[in-house]
C-alpha cells in the first residue's frame, strides 16, 4: 500500500512541477519576469511560514550555521534560479518543454559541484562521460537549430540563443545552492529551511525587480492570477511538502527521476494549453542528459532496481 502511495505523490509532484513551466509561460503574458517570480514567492513564503511554525520544533533559523544555510538558499536555490529562469522563459526560443529539460541537468550539475565542494565525493570516468554528457544535452538545446542546419555562427549570438543560456544559468544556481547547503548541514528541518529561504529569497527578487525598472502591476485577471496561485500554492507550497515527505520515503536517487519525468510533462501540458510544439532538439537533448545522469547514477540506481527485486 505504501508503494502505491509514493507513486501516486510522486505523479503528482511531476504533474505539479512539470506544468509549473506552462504557468509560468502562460503568467508571462501579464507579468514582468522578476516580479512575477518574486510575487510566487511572496504567496508561497507565508504559506510555508505557517506551515514550518504548525509543524516543527524549530520554525526559525537559531545558529550561524542556520542563517548561512538559508542565506545561500534565499540567493541561489530561490532568487537566482527562478530571476534565470523566468526572464529565460520569457524570451524568444524558449518553450516550457526546453525549459524544463535544461532545468533537468540540476542533478547532473550538483555531481559536478559535489566533486570539486563535497571532499567524500568523487567523480568515476563513467561518471565523468555523465556529466559530458549533460553538457551535450544542454548544447544540443542552447544552440539554435539554424547552426546545426547551415553552420551559420551567427545565430550564436541571435535573439533565440539568450534564453536557453539564462535557463542553464538558473539549474546551475540551483545546483550549486544544493551542494553548499549540503556542506552547511546546519540541521535546520527541511520545511523551516525552506520558508526562510522563500522569504528572504523574495524579498531579493522585488528589490532586483525595482532595480530593473519592471512593473509593479498586477493584473486582475483570471489567467493571471490563476497562474500566480498556482505556481505559488501548488507548484511551490504543495509541491515541496510532496518533495520534502517522498525524499524521506525513496531517498534522493528516485526523488531525482521527477526532474526527468517534469519535461514529458511540461511538453503535454504546454502542447494542450499553450499549443507549444515538441522540436526535435528538445527530444534529443532530454534523452542525453537522461543518459548522463543514468551513467552517473548507475551503482545507485542498480541498487534500488536489486532492492524492488528488478535485477537480481
Known amino acids: 500500500m505504501s508503494r502505491y502511495r509514493n507513486l501516486l505523490l510522486f505523479c503528482v509532484l511531476a504533474l505539479a512541477w512539470g506544468s509549473a513551466f506552462v504557468a509560468i509561460k502562460a503568467g508571462l503574458e501579464f507579468f514582468d519576469p522578476v516580479f512575477f517570480a518574486a ?117 550564436l549570438v541571435g535573439p533565440n540563443a539568450l534564453g536557453p543560456v539564462l535557463v542553464f544559468l538558473a539549474a546551475a544556481s540551483f545546483a550549486l545552492g544544493s551542494v553548499l547547503t549540503e556542506r552547511i548541514d546546519a540541521g535546520l528541518p527541511p520545511e523551516t529551511m525552506e520558508a526562510w529561504s522563500m522569504l528572504f529569497g523574495a524579498l531579493l527578487m522585488n528589490v532586483a525587480s525595482v532595480a530593473l525598472g519592471e512593473s509593479q502591476r498586477v493584473p486582475l485577471t483570471v489567467e493571471s492570477l490563476g497562474a500566480l496561485l498556482y505556481l505559488s500554492v501548488v507548484a511551490s507550497a504543495l509541491g515541496f511538502l510532496l518533495y520534502f515527505d517522498l525524499h524521506e520515503r525513496l531517498g534522493s536517487i528516485e526523488i531525482n527521476l521527477v526532474s526527468y519525468v517534469a519535461p514529458v510533462v511540461a511538453a503535454v501540458v504546454g502542447w494542450i494549453l499553450l499549443g507549444e510544439s515538441l522540436d526535435v532538439t528538445t527530444a534529443v537533448g532530454f534523452l542525453v542528459i537522461f543518459t548522463g545522469f543514468c551513467l552517473l547514477k548507475r551503482r545507485a540506481m542498480a541498487a534500488e532496481l536489486r532492492r524492488l527485486g528488478v535485477l537480481a
Open 39 to 155: 510575487l510566487r514567492y511572496d504567496v508561497a513564503a507565508v504559506l510555508m511560514l505557517a506551515y514550518a511554525a504548525y509543524t516543527t520544533r524549530q520554525w526559525r533559523p537559531e545558529t550561524r550555521a542556520d542563517w548561512a544555510a538559508v542565506a545561500v538558499g534565499a540567493v541561489l536555490l530561490i532568487a537566482a534560479y527562478h530571476a534565470f529562469l523566468f526572464v529565460g522563459e520569457d524570451l524568444p526560443g524558449v518553450t516550457s518543454a526546453s525549459a524544463a529539460v535544461v532545468v533537468s541537468l540540476s542533478p547532473v550539475l550538483t555531481s559536478a559541484f559535489s566533486r570539486y565542494l563535497l571532499p567524500s565525493t568523487r567523480l568515476t570516468l563513467p561518471g565523468v562521460a555523465g556529466l559530458l554528457l549533460g553538457l551535450v544535452g544542454v548544447g544540443v538545446l542552447v544552440v539554435p537549430p539554424e547552426v546545426f542546419a547551415t553552420g551559420d555562427l551567427s545565430a
